[in-house]
């Protein structure tokens, strides 16, 4: 255990530190302010109860892993820089509440080391947690969520992990296999058309540290390729999004992707115009096994549904 006047003075060109099952508690996190380039942070399996707003000052910080934090009451403030979050599953509805808050955020990760299981619901084919976060997610204003310029340094697509085994059936294209391909409505395109949002079930976990990254954990990453493709000559579009976990055991999980159609567009430099030609759309997830896949077409005038749907849960 650390003494209460723990510093690191002496330390503060740091980049990663790994605090993790140290028995701290709420008092006791005050001399990280004086790590102002910390990049990556792990306080899994401690004791507090809530984080104080000094890990919101530090500026530098990207990674941030508060796993098995059983204790802990609500998300702590968070630095603008940061852009990775790992927590457990019961912090899981107010973390995407907070979402907009914190604009390099690109992947959520949750995990559940309290074995307690979620309530599942004949409609949901799946944890109605899962069902209400993503709900919840999609009922905000997309263009508020995502940047809408692929110049700025915040992200563009935003990833959610959940521990889960299936995909909720709302998703309105569904298959299984190792990829998924979907032939597009005709006309599938119009002013209010915002995204896609992709969902496999999958396994991830037990990751190996990578010494190039700089990064003490050992994180399992993986990344969703999404495709639009026309049957005659214009240029395939695509964009990846990360999705992982910093579990150190192997299991089941939901991978949820949000992908904005202007994130490949403004890569391609293709015009709005020609969208309605590319009249397929795939979806891989490379070096996985993929049980199963969803793909639901965004549009404005679904973010009523969604909220009338968080409210009856």
């Given at each position: 255990?650390?003494?209460?006047?723990?510093?690191?003075?002496?330390?503060?060109?740091?980049?990663?530190?790994?605090?993790?099952?140290?028995?701290?508690?709420?008092?006791?996190?005050?001399?990280?302010?004086?790590?102002?380039?910390?990049?990556?942070?792990?306080?899994?399996?401690?004791?507090?109860?809530?984080?104080?707003?000094?890990?919101?000052?530090?500026?530098?910080?990207?990674?941030?892993?508060?796993?098995?934090?059983?204790?802990?009451?609500?998300?702590?403030?968070?630095?603008?820089?940061?852009?990775?979050?790992?927590?457990?599953?019961?912090?899981?509805?107010?973390?995407?509440?907070?979402?907009?808050?914190?604009?390099?955020?690109?992947?959520?990760?949750?995990?559940?080391?309290?074995?307690?299981?979620?309530?599942?619901?004949?409609?949901?084919?799946?944890?109605?947690?899962?069902?209400?976060?993503?709900?919840?997610?999609?009922?905000?204003?997309?263009?508020?969520?995502?940047?809408?310029?692929?110049?700025?340094?915040?992200?563009?697509?935003?990833?959610?992990?959940?521990?889960?085994?299936?995909?909720?059936?709302?998703?309105?294209?569904?298959?299984?296999?190792?990829?998924?391909?979907?032939?597009?409505?005709?006309?599938?395109?119009?002013?209010?058309?915002?995204?896609?949002?992709?969902?496999?079930?999958?396994?991830?976990?037990?990751?190996?540290?990578?010494?190039?990254?700089?990064?003490?954990?050992?994180?399992?990453?993986?990344?969703?390729?999404?495709?639009?493709?026309?049957?005659?000559?214009?240029?395939?579009?695509?964009?990846?999004?990360?999705?992982?976990?910093?579990?150190?055991?192997?299991?089941?999980?939901?991978?949820?992707?949000?992908?904005?159609?202007?994130?490949?567009?403004?890569?391609?430099?293709?015009?709005?115009g020609k969208i309605?030609?590319?009249?397929?759309?795939e979806a891989s997830?490379?070096?996985?096994?993929?049980?199963?896949?969803?793909?639901?077409?965004?549009?404005?005038?679904?973010?009523?549904?969604?909220?009338?749907?968080?409210?009856?849960?």
């Amino acid at each position: 255990m650390l003494p209460s006047s723990w510093e690191f003075h002496c330390l503060r060109k740091l980049k990663s530190l790994d605090l993790s099952g140290c028995n701290l508690s709420d008092n006791q996190t005050a001399a990280l302010m004086n790590l102002p380039s910390l990049l990556e942070l792990n306080l899994r399996r401690n004791k507090f109860i809530s984080l104080p707003d000094i890990i919101s000052r530090l500026s530098q910080l990207r990674y941030l892993n508060i796993k098995q934090c059983q204790e802990l009451k609500e998300l702590p403030k968070l630095p603008p820089s940061i852009e990775e979050l790992y927590a457990e599953d019961f912090l899981a509805k107010q973390s995407i509440a907070k979402l907009q808050m914190y604009p390099r955020l690109n992947l959520v990760s949750f995990t559940n080391y309290s074995f307690v299981q979620q309530s599942y619901t004949k409609e949901s084919n799946g944890s109605s947690v899962l069902d209400e976060i993503l709900g919840s997610f999609l009922s905000h204003d997309m263009d508020n969520v995502v940047q809408s310029s692929l110049n700025c340094d915040y992200r563009v697509t935003c990833s959610i992990v959940f521990p889960e085994c299936a995909i909720p059936t709302w998703f309105k294209h569904q298959s299984v296999g190792e990829k998924m391909l979907l032939e597009l409505p005709i006309n599938w395109y119009n002013d209010k058309f915002k995204g896609f949002a992709i969902c496999c079930a999958t396994h991830m976990g037990a990751g190996v540290l990578n010494p190039d990254s700089g990064l003490s954990k050992k994180y399992d990453y993986a990344f969703v390729k999404a495709k639009l493709i026309c049957k005659d000559d214009l240029e395939v579009l695509e964009k990846e999004c990360k999705v992982g976990t910093a579990s150190r055991t192997y299991g089941s999980c939901v991978c949820f992707v949000y992908i904005p159609l202007y994130a490949s567009l403004q890569v391609s430099g293709t015009d709005f115009g020609k969208i309605n030609q590319y009249s397929l759309f795939e979806a891989s997830l490379h070096g996985r096994i993929v049980r199963q896949w969803g793909v639901h077409l965004i549009y404005e005038d679904e973010r009523t549904l969604f909220a009338k749907k968080i409210r009856k849960s």
